[in-house]
């Protein structure tokens, strides 16, 4: 029996350049959590849930994000144990496991960012950022790169909006990725820069609405598409390159 093309296709995670690291700083941005004081019981039960969506969508991720599902629950599982008084020396915080690590890739995400915003004029220098204008505001604005995660929700938010059953069965959709990709490219080439939300315009079906996303992320992962976000307004826009 012949096997559907879409079947075949996966996202695989690891060539977008997301981690577990990158989704663990997603849900603690987008939940106002601390990151000194994180709820492990409600991350845990995030963290598995975009697992187990990504999975569904067909999006494959590495073994990290298994080994860091199991250190969240390891984690949990510690923070359940009772306490018990009269020990001589108070025991570490469980969570600190994860939040050292955090810290430090934050550091040094921060660190990598501010280097690649410099434009190299030598070898080993770097120019000054663009001055304020007399109103006050940077000569550049708006706008930021945007994280899979980040796009992933804004996914789920148009995914949610479709009427009808949530099962879909990828097996009989009506076009394939790479004829999707194809459609997408031919779009970008009349209108180069479009927000997110416009690419599922007059697509009625989760089906075609989940095809197009994959569409999307292959496009990204082969740098045809740069995402960015507009920080006033929250909205995500493609553009093609």
């Known amino acids: 029996m012949e096997t559907s093309q879409s079947t075949l296709y996966q996202v695989r995670l690891e060539d977008i350049f997301e981690g577990p690291m990158d989704l663990l700083l997603h849900l603690i941005k987008k939940n106002e959590m601390d990151i000194y004081d994180i709820p492990i019981a409600i991350i845990t039960q995030q963290y598995l849930a975009y697992l187990e969506w990504m999975k569904a969508m067909n999006i494959e991720y590495a073994g990290e994000f298994i080994v860091m599902a199991a250190t969240l629950a ?20 469980p969570r600190n496991a994860i939040t050292r690590p955090l810290i430090e890739y934050l550091q040094m995400k921060s660190a990598a960012r501010e280097l690649a915003s410099r434009d190299l004029l030598g070898d080993k220098t770097f120019v000054r950022p663009l001055a304020p204008d007399k109103s006050g505001h940077a000569a550049e604005d708006t706008e930021i790169q945007v994280g899979l995660f980040e796009l992933i929700d804004a996914f789920r938010q148009i995914l949610d909006n479709v009427a009808g059953d949530h099962h879909v069965d990828l097996q009989t959709e009506a ?6 990709i194809n459609q997408l490219v031919d779009l970008f080439e009349r209108k180069p820069s479009m927000a997110f939300e416009e690419l599922f315009e007059g697509q009625k079906t989760k089906s075609d609405i989940i095809v197009t996303f994959l569409a999307i992320l292959e496009m990204v992962k082969i ?19």
């Open 175 to 180: 076009i394939s990725v790479k004829d999707r």
């Open 74 to 93: 390891q984690i949990k599982s510690r923070l359940l144990l009772p306490a018990y008084e009269g020990d001589e020396e108070a025991e570490e915080d």
């Open 223 to 241: 740098n045809l598409l740069k995402v960015t976000q507009q920080v006033q307004s929250s909205v995500i826009r493609l553009f093609y390159q």
